[in-house]
């Protein structure tokens, strides 16, 4: 198995997210430059709360319903939606830029490489004429620590986010005064007050041959900066040091490495799980967008903040496979917080006048609220809480932790299920949802509805739901609503839309909602989510394997001309489902020489034209300024490439079904399956199967279906 112990980048690193990232899921460091070595510093606690939004009195379900069937729907829609009116000085709720501290080299020397030191967490880097400097981070503070034992450093500047343009201009008009700069005997910082949020002090201190840089939150300026320097005053630099080889070892020690023929997808894998660590470290913050980081030169895209139609989703999903479940808590911690969940339902109440329900709107900050312009895209996708739920549900089909099941899992389950049973109706002898969005069709496609009847990804999640929740009261011995079994009876699995094919034949298949068909290139694939992620239609069906295929020939004849960079993943997962093994690569080939920069950073908009045209007045724009990086693409591919080599579907376990013929020599090892299961394989040649818990595992190799049945702690190999 190829390990790759270290990373290494050249410089120049011209840009923040060229560089390599250091993170402990609050704290974020991007290390890159030119002549100068530049240290981008940020918080995920970080925010301007200002302006957020709850569906506001008044927003009925019923009334937007009633709105739908007026004519010129959209229009009558949106001024269905009451809307808070904020003040010019207040935008929305916003991650927030901090800044950089530069550290400058005497003449003719300059940085040459960056190397990450996987084992530890370590970067090192090395300058004109061998010398080093090595980066360390603590894993539980907002500190970082730099050891310069040949005084290589002879100056560090300190450059808040308020010295460049762009984020001076949009920090100025949304209320924020400048930071409070200080230089005194070997420490040099600045502290940024918020207009109702704590301030955040960031300091740089020099002790003989180490810097040490600390950001620290308060109350006010003045409790900001006292705490930071205390963090300074308490630096044992032999424990963080050990702490750190600790506890990377332990993480590296379990996790499913991977061989494939081609090499940069074997080094962009293992730096994503090392990016994973470092944004979802289980005792940070949940992680959002960009996760920890945020460059100093621009406001913070979609605002940092926690997309629940995909993103998010996308960033966690590769805690299963993998088997680090525990980095799921602070996502699971966050929404299940007081304040998050009041937020919920509210929600829920607003629409439904329910009080045992919560609805989720797609884009939050950390407290549950609408980061800003809610709308029927924002407020009519229950399927952001679905999703979500299926994380919960993931959790307990990996751990087999009953206790987590039933007070954690079931009442969030439930609550999401409530809001789905509160939409339902009788409709032409059957259940169906007279109103929602499949995610963000209506931005896709200009001509169309926002919202429509039964939208497929609305009826996959509800019947997702449905099978989760009734096999919880199996499991648990509990009695099962009616209602969710009426579900599965009497609600279509999909819309169905009659059409012609490419050729002008009479076809039938699945529509985005009663009446829409894909009629454009769209970014969500949210109308094919019973294949991926709801997993909710029968690929055995004749009948439903006939209307897929019909489906999905017409999704790509629709093109990818509109995707971004976490699309692709999901498209290739897609694929690798449907067991078209020589799609999945070509689609990640083309995503990475598209949508991945110099640092292995998976990064918004296309790097070039051609092939993607998304947003493309944005790419005249240069990069050193407008370059936007999310972390969904890179936890989407991780995710896609385990896919490819293995997943469950049902309760059957393929292997390889997204691997072309042509990469014989494939190999995985300890990825992990539901039910606490391992498994490790090679193509053509052996699977090695570890059970934890005991029970029975459906395997099927070379299109067998085998049933394999395993006590506690038994390993089984079997030659293929």
Not at 450 to 460: H, V
Not at 569 to 580: D, H, N
Request: charged letters at 20%.
């Amino acid at each position: 198995m190829t390990t790759y112990d270290l990373l290494h980048l050249n410089f120049p690193l011209e840009r923040p997210h060229c560089g390599i990232v250091m993170g402990n899921g609050n704290f974020g460091v991007m290390v890159w430059g030119k002549e100068r070595l530049n240290i981008t510093v940020n918080r995920a606690d970080f925010w301007d709360h200002r302006g957020g939004e709850l569906i506001a009195e008044g927003t009925t379900y019923k009334k937007l319903v009633a709105a739908a069937k007026i004519q010129n729907c959209d229009n009558a829609l949106e001024k269905a939606i009451i809307r808070n009116l904020f003040p010019d000085n207040v935008f929305k709720p916003q991650r927030l830029p901090a800044g950089r501290f530069e550290f400058s080299f005497a003449d003719e020397i300059f940085p040459l490489r960056a190397s990450l030191h996987y084992n530890t967490g370590t970067v090192e880097v090395e300058v004109t004429g061998g010398k080093k400097i090595f980066l360390d981070l603590d894993l539980n503070r907002a500190l970082l620590l730099i050891r310069d034992a040949s005084n290589i450093i002879i100056r560090a500047d300190i450059n808040p986010a308020w010295d460049f343009p762009q984020s001076r201009a949009w920090l100025e008009k949304y209320a924020f005064v400048p930071p409070q700069r200080f230089y005194r005997d070997a420490s040099a910082g600045w502290i940024q007050p918020c207009p109702e949020d704590p301030s955040m002090a960031c300091i740089c201190r020099k002790r003989e041959n180490r810097y040490a840089l600390a950001l620290e939150t308060g109350a006010d300026n003045n409790t900001a900066l006292r705490q930071a320097e205390n963090m300074l005053d308490n630096i044992d630099e032999k424990k963080l040091l050990a702490d750190n080889y600790s506890w990377w070892k332990k993480y590296w020690k379990d996790l499913p490495m991977i061989d494939l023929p081609d090499d940069w997808y074997n080094r962009f894998y293992k730096y994503a799980l090392y990016k994973f660590a470092a944004a979802t470290r289980p005792d940070g913050c949940a992680c959002g967008l960009q996760g920890p980081w945020h460059e100093e030169y621009q406001r913070a895209q979609w605002s940092g903040d926690y997309h629940f139609n995909v993103n998010v989703q996308q960033i966690y999903s590769l805690a299963f496979p993998t088997g680090k479940l525990q980095h799921l808590l602070p996502l699971f911690d966050m929404i299940e917080s007081e304040s998050f969940q009041k937020a919920l339902r509210s929600n829920a109440q607003t629409l439904f006048g329910i009080d045992d329900g919560l609805w989720f709107t797609h884009a939050v900050d950390d407290r549950g609220w609408q980061c800003g312009w809610l709308s029927c895209g924002s407020i009519l996708d229950p399927a952001c809480g679905a999703w979500t739920a299926l994380l919960y549900y993931q959790y307990y089909q990996y751990s087999l932790d009953i206790d987590f099941l039933i007070k954690r899992a079931m009442p969030f389950i439930k609550g999401i299920m409530r809001g789905y049973e509160a939409m339902l109706e009788e409709y032409e002898g059957r259940l169906s949802i007279p109103l929602a969005i499949s995610a963000e069709y209506a931005s896709s496609n200009r001509l169309s509805q926002r919202a429509g009847r039964d939208p497929s990804y609305q009826l996959a999640a509800t019947h997702m739901l449905a099978d989760i929740l009734l096999k919880i009261c199996e499991i648990t011995g509990t009695p099962a609503k009616p209602i969710w079994m009426d579900i599965k009876k009497r609600l279509p699995p999909f819309t169905v839309i009659n059409a012609k094919d490419s050729s002008g034949n009479d076809e039938q298949r699945i529509a985005i909602w009663e009446g829409q068909d894909l009629d454009v290139c769209h970014r969500h694939h949210s109308h094919l989510a019973g294949i991926y992620p709801f997993a909710t239609l029968k690929l055995s069906s004749p009948r439903q394997t006939e209307i897929i295929d019909n489906s999905i020939d017409h999704w790509i004849g629709k093109g990818m001309g509109q995707w971004s960079e976490w699309c692709i993943p999901w498209a290739a997962i897609i694929y690798s489902r449907l067991g078209f093994s020589e799609a999945p690569v070509i689609l990640l080939d083309i995503w990475k020489k598209v949508f991945i920069n110099e640092g292995l950073a998976t990064v918004y908009l296309p790097r070039s034209r051609g092939i993607i045209a998304h947003r493309r007045h944005d790419l005249k724009k240069p990069k050193e300024t407008s370059e936007i990086m999310q972390l969904d693409g890179t936890m989407g591919a991780a995710t896609a490439l385990l896919e490819m080599l293995v997943h469950q579907r049902g309760d059957t376990v393929y292997l390889f079904q997204g691997i072309p013929e042509a990469w014989s020599n494939v190999s995985f090892a300890n990825v992990f399956l539901p039910g606490g299961f391992t498994i490790s394989a090679k193509r053509g040649e052996y699977v090695h199967i570890t059970s934890s818990k005991g029970g029975i595992l459906k395997l099927c190799i070379n299109q067998q279906i085998e049933i394999l049945s395993f006590s506690p702690q038994e390993t089984k190999d079997i030659d293929i």
